[in-house]
């Protein structure tokens, strides 16, 4: 089984880099991945988790998606595919750390690109899988990171 990522926030002035404490938006995940079958297939496994899992196909649809929410976080947490065409996942994951510092992003990559998602962990994102991800180290750092526990910003 192939699994993918990706999820957000904006923080303003003054308001504190924890997350919400609201359940439904701990539990809320935007999955970022251009490839139609893993996305679709990481928000599955998401949903059987309990967790309410929104899926986007490129980082720019992604980053739309964060910035709806406006100062509010709406999502517990970003699954962000690393190579996508257009807007690579560097790029999205530096928007994150800059406009969405409060939401978490797990980073995930081909075995072939696990020192772009070192780079990625050494920049900001809090964990990385290597795809085809195994469903059961997908549910572990999603619980672990994606838990409503504060992170490093």
């Keep these: 089984m192939k699994l993918a990522p990706a999820f957000l ?3 303003k002035p003054g ?4 997350m919400t404490t609201d359940p439904l938006v701990r539990r809320r995940i935007l999955v970022v991945d251009h490839d ?8 599955s496994q ?6 309410e899992a929104e899926g986007k196909d490129t980082g720019l649809s992604g980053l739309a998606r964060l910035a709806q929410a406006g100062s ?12 996508m065409p257009v807007l690579g996942g560097m790029a999205v994951l530096q928007e994150m750390k800059d406009r969405h510092p409060t939401v978490p992003v797990i980073v995930m990559a081909q075995a072939s690109h696990i020192d772009k998602l070192r780079n990625a962990v050494r ?10 991800v195994d ?5 572990l750092k999603c619980a672990s990171v994606f838990s409503g526990r504060p992170h490093r910003t």
């Design 72 to 83: 509010a976080p709406e999502f517990a947490g970003m699954l962000l595919e690393m190579d």
């Design 123 to 132: 920049m900001w994102a809090q964990e990385y899988l290597v795809k085809p």
């Design 15 to 18: 308001q504190s880099t924890h």
């Design 36 to 43: 139609d079958e893993i996305r679709l297939s990481v928000c």
């Design 9 to 11: 926030g904006n923080l």
């Design 135 to 139: 469903p059961e180290l997908l549910k």
């Design 46 to 51: 998401l949903a059987q988790w309990g967790f």
